[in-house]
């Protein structure tokens, strides 16, 4: 039987404020698991609360075959005797300790400890560094130096709390693409609390997506992210198109789905008479000037552009279809087709993109 992480808790705060926190992660091998939301949404106390900094009023956690939480049973492990690794996001760097110093804090002593925290710096890249003090050091040498010192002790689960969220942009996506290379390396289970959507993307194996204290849906980051389980999912991962419409009929195995003025073909298990939420991601919309041509998109969607956004590599096209669609275009694309607000253009969906969810 694979040992896992299973935790299912509630934490009540004065006011009213209740956050629930459920999840499960396999612990015997590396595997990332984000927990995804927007800020204020509870992923720092569910965090906490795994750690044993916070204790539930209700329910379990389960590690393997240690018991670290049953408030039926009044079962409360600290957090010393989880043996859990903790990376808040105010990183609390000794000042008047050196590199070296802060990693070995709290490490007991040790025949083996010199050479077990040289290996840890090395690992972290942190190498030569040693005599530094956290003044000296740039932000991502910072932030190694936190993971170093979490990692050093040998935790069975590290917990990262928006680790990343206080360096500069550049440093933020130097360090994201080295961080999951990183971690996997100690081969440990990995928790990781973020609200930025290209950070869970980039590193997760599961996401959790939460929202007011919920957890609302738990998946892949394919799953999430293409197949969002209610409207609310679809907007906090960031699904530009999410509009009303009903099913009105069904066509060789694909439902004709009316949207708008428009009509739209999805191969999605509905029913004709159901009212549906079509989700479409703009990464999914391509653009033709003009007519379609021979395009093999069974959705060719006449339109009208409302407006051209530059962001960063891209553009953002916002355009009437008979409903509101955006579509995302390289510049070079936006140049070659010479776009401008008010041009006529043929949107290009194929039916495996578009995402219904019914209305409840």
């Known amino acids: ?49 795994l750690a044993g900094l916070e204790r539930p009023e209700q329910g379990s956690i389960r590690c393997g075959d240690e018991t670290w939480l049953d408030t039926a049973k009044r079962i409360f492990r600290t957090p010393q005797q989880r043996g859990v690794g903790f990376v808040a996001q105010v990183l609390a760097l000794f000042p008047h300790k050196t590199v070296f110093g802060n990693v070995a804090y709290g490490l007991p002593w040790s025949q083996r400890k010199r050479e077990r925290i040289a290996e840890m710096l090395e690992l972290c890249g942190l190498q030569g560094l040693e005599h530094r003090y956290p003044h000296q050091l740039s932000g991502g040498q910072q932030q190694r130096v936190a993971l170093a010192r979490a990692l050093v002790r040998r935790p069975r689960l590290l917990l990262l709390d928006e680790p990343l ?27 990781f609390v973020t609200h930025d959507r290209s950070e869970a993307i980039a590193l997760a194996d599961q996401i959790v997506v939460m929202d007011q204290g919920r957890v609302l849906q738990t998946g892949s980051v ?42 739209l073909l999805v191969a999605e298990p509905v029913s004709v008479g159901d ?41 953002r096209v916002r355009m009437d279809c008979g409903f509101p669609l955006t579509a995302l275009v390289t510049h070079l694309a936006c140049r070659e087709m010479e776009l401008a607000s008010g041009d ?3 949107a290009l969906v194929k039916t495996p993109a578009i995402h219904l969810i019914l209305r409840s």
């Open 1 to 49: 039987m694979t040992a896992e992480l299973v935790a299912e808790f509630v934490k009540q705060f004065p006011g009213g404020t209740k956050i629930q926190g459920k999840l499960r992660q396999a612990v015997k091998s590396f595997s990332l698991t984000v927990l995804f939301g927007p800020s204020g949404c509870g992923k720092t106390t569910v965090l906490r609360c």
């Open 165 to 191: 969220s206080a360096l500069d942009a550049v440093s933020r996506e130097q360090l994201r693409h080295e961080l999951r290379r990183l971690l996997s390396g100690f081969g440990i289970p990995v928790i």
């Open 222 to 263: 394919q799953e999430v992210f293409n197949r969002p389980a209610n409207v609310a999912v679809a907007r906090l991962v960031g699904v530009e198109t999410v509009v009303l419409g009903r099913v009105t009929a069904l066509q060789d195995s694909l439902a004709v789905v009316s949207v708008g003025t428009a009509k």
């Open 275 to 315: 009212e549906v939420f079509v989700c479409i991601r703009a990464a999914d919309v391509m653009l033709q000037k003009g007519s379609s041509g021979s395009a093999s998109a069974r959705n060719q969607l006449h339109g009208c552009i409302q407006s051209l956004t530059p962001e960063g590599p891209l553009v």
């Open 344 to 346: 006529a253009v043929t």
